[in-house]
């Protein structure tokens, strides 16, 4: 009888891969692929075994077609260097707030003095986020909320959520506290992704205070910089990969409770450059004491430096903004795009050219400028400043004006 007709296909074949993969045998010896396009470390191993040549003959004789020989899988290429055409080809998305103008996703640091009223400040945030309310009558982006009260007791938060909060229904908001959280790297990291698991459309973490979940010192490197780079670089990863704020609040020098000893605020903040630098955004709260006025100013990475003034409400236990969204003076930066649009520029692309400034960012201050009635936004997309929009029909000229064509030289 022909080999063909006496072998079971199927059988036989499991029976050569489990001889392949037997560890009886010695250790099968493996091929490396890796195509020269294909970046370091991406190695993908097969196993060299291969069907002895008679039961690979019998096989194409029965079936008719050649032996099925498995090939591997293409090296996946990780997209980290691009060219200047390639990313100006690239559509990116906008950068996204919780906090409409206020608070975008990232790591977020907000720092102040102690007492000042940073607590007050992120409680009537945690409520207005989880409960899809504005915060500061701007928009939120509602989902769930993790606040870790490090600082605080049950019966302390209880009674500061009646007071900032006495309307809300706290059954029906997903917000969650914890007062007690082991430090980041003791398993303070895994059980923020734990409940970012768990949570159903989680948007915020506030850690409160920074100083009682930072990891301890590890002694292997004597660099402060680094040491607070590497402690950052987890949470930012955090952040990013569910798409939400972690927002650690954080301490001002007693020298600089006020903001005022140095040219810039941002100085004051306790610890070492490295806290602000490796933040997507920073605030600043300052409020001299005995008062109820303060000033917020934020900077960051990929959004505009901007100020605010609030005014603390020790009736309703919380912060508002004064005269308006935007305080008196106005970023260099911003200042031009007003210029562009006071020049007479309507359209996005001749504001661009005008101030010099790539179109994202300013699309983005034109938003602002907008929000804030700097400038108004017509229905087919030009700018003006107020009081001083175009027609319906455009910029067309009045009919009367135009004088009417000497023909007499076509005679």
């Not at 560890?23 to 020269?36: C, D, G």
């Not at 591997?72 to 980290?80: E, H």
């Not at 975008?104 to 907000?110: A, D, E, H, S, V």
């Not at 229905?379 to 023909?407: C, K, V």
Request: with cysteine; charged share 25%; proline share 6%.
């Amino acid at each position: 009888m022909n080999l063909a007709h006496q072998i079971n296909f199927p059988a036989a074949l499991a029976t050569s891969a489990m001889m392949a993969a037997s560890p009886m045998k010695e250790e099968v010896p493996f091929r490396t692929h890796l195509s020269k396009s294909s970046h370091a470390g991406l190695i993908t191993k097969m196993p060299s075994y291969q069907p002895n040549r008679e039961l690979r003959r019998a096989y194409e004789r029965k079936y008719g077609r050649e032996f099925p020989t498995r090939v591997p899988p293409a090296p996946r290429r990780r997209l980290t260097r691009f060219s200047a055409a390639e990313l100006m080809e690239m559509d990116f998305p906008e950068q996204v707030f919780l906090v409409d103008g206020l608070l975008p996703t990232g790591l977020i640091m907000t720092a102040g003095a102690p007492k000042i009223g940073k607590s007050w400040w992120f409680l009537q945030l945690a409520v207005s986020v989880a409960s899809g309310q504005p915060f500061l009558e701007r928009n939120t982006s509602q989902g769930a909320v993790l606040y870790l009260a490090l600082e605080d007791t049950g019966r302390r938060l209880a009674d500061r959520l009646a007071k900032v909060a006495p309307d809300v229904d706290f059954s029906e908001i997903p917000l969650d506290f914890e007062t007690l959280c082991a430090r980041a790297d003791e398993g303070g990291l895994e059980y923020i992704e734990d409940w970012l698991k768990a949570a159903s459309n989680p948007k915020l973490v506030i850690i409160d205070v920074w100083g009682r979940f930072a990891p301890t010192s590890s002694g292997v490197s004597k660099n402060e910089y680094e040491q607070t780079t590497r402690a950052m670089q987890p949470l930012q990863a955090l952040a990013n990969k569910y798409g939400i704020a972690i927002c650690l609040v954080h301490h001002t020098r007693k020298s600089s409770s006020d903001g005022s000893s140095s040219a810039d605020p941002f100085d004051g903040i306790l610890g070492s450059q490295a806290l602000t630098s490796n933040m997507d955004a920073t605030m600043m709260l300052t409020r001299t004491r005995m008062e109820n006025d303060a000033v917020l100013r934020i900077t960051g990475r990929d959004i505009e430096e901007r100020q605010f003034n609030l005014n603390f409400d020790r009736d309703s236990f919380r912060w508002n903004e004064v005269g308006g969204k935007l305080a008196p003076s106005l970023s260099p930066e911003r200042q031009k795009v007003l210029d562009a649009v006071a020049a007479g520029c309507t359209k996005t692309n001749d504001i661009v050219a005008h101030v010099g400034k790539g179109r994202t960012a300013v699309a983005n201050m034109l938003k602002i400028l907008c929000d804030d009635g700097h400038i108004e936004k017509t229905f087919r997309g030009s700018y003006h400043l107020p009081g001083h929009a175009a027609t319906d029909l455009g910029d067309m000229t009045d009919l009367d004006d135009i004088a009417e064509p000497d023909y007499s030289a076509l005679i």
